[in-house]
């Protein structure tokens, strides 16, 4: 725990198991010299004591300085999205948790206080029961990424069954919860992949896999689709992606430019050209294709958590974690995936 949260005390034993709530004087509390002090919670907040927390690309992109206009006056970060655990304390107005019961849940990638810590502070709605079925260490792999998934599916697009939804670049953790919500709602699936994701998408529910690097994807491919997820991002996928669409449909993709502009012009500038930027390409997609482009980013969202929740549960939704790492060991797993050692998910472990 970060050391602003501990206040030298006299020496006194420790009590195991005792959680000293926020403000506590009581004495047991004391544990050699030292006191634990949680952070006062609001009232629709949720003191989560950690079990797993995932890696996310977001995570090691802020560490080297993505998002800089935003987190640089709150530095040092705390770093981490998802996390799976138990409820520790609640505030006064949260009415769907109770303290010992076991949550997953993800953070809003612009939250200053993360989850690679042994407790972690979240919104009420930023959190769902942790389906029984699932380990702390399967649950926390998921929540960042299928919100993020389904966001732009169910939220922006809006798919329902029948619909054609092409992912490209499937094999990642986004992708892979795309397929799957996509899936669950009776929809056609086709995506495009590395030859090693392959068996993994297919499994997930796509119908149709396509190896971007052996295969000609414009030839591959046919049809037009109703939606298109990009989670590559750049000016090859994003014309990919936009011929492929019908009339109507939505092109989503990851790669926004909101946050590498207000680091390269500062919060006040920043936005406003992004905004400009991704109105000027709504405004001639729309007219040139008479189709739909958006940035699309996670946000906490209880219907959509509660919805991954649901599909986890029945096993309709689960994102493989390739390897885990005691949370002593941060600094390896964050050089594993900047190095590529790792292709797949990597989830930080506590005791």
């Avoid at 004391?30 to 996310?56: T, W």
Wanted: overall charge positive; aromatic content about 6%.
């Amino acid at each position: 725990m970060n050391s602003s949260n501990l206040v030298l005390l006299d020496s006194l034993p420790p009590v195991a198991g005792l959680l000293c709530s926020p403000g506590s004087v009581d004495p047991r509390c004391y544990s050699s010299g030292l006191m634990l002090r949680f952070p006062q919670l609001k009232p629709s907040e949720v003191l989560v004591r950690a079990r797993a927390v995932s890696v996310n690309p977001l995570d090691t992109r802020m560490r080297s300085g993505y998002g800089r206009s935003i987190f640089e006056p709150h530095l040092p970060l705390i770093l981490g999205r998802d996390i799976s655990g138990e409820v520790a304390a609640v505030g006064t107005s949260v009415r769907s948790f109770s303290v010992g019961q076991e949550v997953f849940g993800a953070l809003h990638p612009t939250a200053v206080r993360g989850t690679y810590a042994d407790y972690a502070v979240l919104s009420e709605d930023e959190l769902a029961p942790k389906p029984p079925s699932l380990t702390h260490v399967e649950a926390s792999a998921i929540p960042f990424a299928a919100l993020t998934a389904w966001r732009a599916l169910k939220s922006t697009a809006r798919i329902t069954e029948g619909h054609r939804l092409l992912v490209v670049g499937g094999g990642g953790a986004v992708g892979l919860a795309a397929i799957q919500l996509a899936a669950a709602a009776r929809c056609q699936v086709t995506t495009t992949c590395g030859s090693r994701s392959i068996d993994r998408v297919r499994k997930a529910g796509a119908e149709q896999a396509v190896d971007y690097i052996t295969e000609d994807i414009e030839l591959a491919i046919k049809g037009k689709f109703d939606a298109v997820l990009d989670t590559i991002g750049g000016p090859e996928t994003e014309r990919i992606g936009i011929k492929f669409l019908k009339r109507g449909g939505h092109y989503m993709t990851l790669q926004g430019e909101a946050a590498s502009l207000t680091d390269k012009y500062g919060l006040a500038a920043g936005i406003p050209i992004a905004t400009a930027i991704l109105l000027k390409k709504q405004i001639q997609y729309r007219y040139s294709h008479g189709i739909e482009y958006w940035w699309t980013y996670m946000r906490a969202d209880s219907d959509g958590l509660d919805e991954i929740r649901r599909l986890s549960e029945a096993g309709k939704l689960k994102i493989p974690v390739e390897k885990t790492f005691p949370i002593t060991q941060v600094r390896e797993a964050h050089e594993a995936k900047d190095k590529k050692k790792i292709p797949g998910k990597v989830v930080l472990e506590l005791d």
